[in-house]
């Protein structure tokens, strides 16, 4: 679609299908990781979160069903990693595949859909030119400020996906590529060391998920939940990353952590 015409088709769903306050007022009140966003970032928010909504498909399996505020749940959380770099970055793909919880790779319904070097239950899954899958289950524990985000992890995918390399390294505007490079490659070394070193112990004793070890896309995608969801372990582990992830995303999550109301 021409980008002339998809801004104005936009501009028309903000102003004709608004989300409804009720489901907005619920969601935010829900969701932690919101918190210290100003009035101004809020309503781009909204605004996202409404095209998203409509713009995307939401295929529910299995006898799913979500009503506005879930889907408001959902689409917020798939906006926030781009509220400063736009819908745009997410063209490529079309739609999101809703399980009521973890899911298997044989599960009829998705089979030859996922990647095959994932095993186990999965909460969510990002195919490379198709479907984000995701349990719906992970999405409602997903935002609270624990420092997991299923929706944001596969937003990450997607984000690192845009430039065709599943590598961990999204398209980098005003960031120098080498730059990016080493710092989370010595940051991914280092990790990886910590939970080789720790065993079955890991989970316990680190701040960040030891999933994150697996390779350096996983990386990426689950140091973007704590960036969005614990900022101050990010920071407090990798500052170089929290660094190069605020300019990345364009947002400072830690200073909006200061202002985060207690739970
Ligand atoms: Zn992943």
């Known amino acids: 679609m021409f980008a002339w015409l998809r801004k104005r088709r936009r501009e028309r769903l903000v102003q004709t299908r608004p989300i409804s306050a009720d489901a907005w007022r619920r969601t935010t009140e829900r969701l932690v ?6 009035q101004e970032e809020c309503s781009r928010l909204r605004q996202l979160t409404t095209i998203f909504i409509n ?8 006898g799913l069903t979500l009503d506005e505020s879930q889907k408001v749940l959902l689409a917020v959380q798939a906006c926030l ?17 809703l399980t009521p919880g973890e899911f298997l790779e044989s599960e009829p319904e998705i089979d030859g859909y996922l990647r095959k070097d994932e095993a186990g239950p999965l909460g969510g899954e990002v195919l490379e030119l ?9 999405v409602e524990d997903s935002g609270l400020g624990r420092g997991y985000n299923v929706v944001i992890h596969e937003m990450a995918h997607k984000l690192d996906l845009e430039n065709g390399a599943y590598d961990g390294a999204p398209l ?3 960031i120098d590529p080498q730059v990016w490079k080493t710092v989370l ?10 939970v080789e070193r720790l065993g079955h112990r890991a989970e316990r004793v680190l701040r960040l998920d030891p999933y994150a070890a697996s390779d ?4 990426f995608a689950v140091l973007s939940e704590t960036f969005f969801e614990r900022p101050d372990h990010l920071y407090g582990d990798y ?14 999550t830690l200073a909006r952590f200061q202002k985060r109301r207690k739970k």
Not at 81 to 97: R, S
């Open 33 to 38: 990781i919101l918190d210290g966003l100003n």
């Open 55 to 62: 713009e995307k498909q939401f295929e529910l399996t299995q």
């Open 81 to 97: 990693p781009v509220l400063e770099l736009g819908l745009d970055c997410y063209n490529g793909w079309n739609t999101l595949i």
């Open 130 to 138: 198709g479907p984000v899958i995701l349990s719906w289950t992970d």
């Open 172 to 174: 980098l505007e005003t």
């Open 185 to 194: 490659s010595s940051a991914f070394e280092d990790f990886r060391r910590k």
């Open 216 to 219: 350096p896309a996983e990386f």
């Open 239 to 252: 500052p170089g990353v929290y660094g190069l992830f605020k300019l990345f995303y364009r947002q400072d």
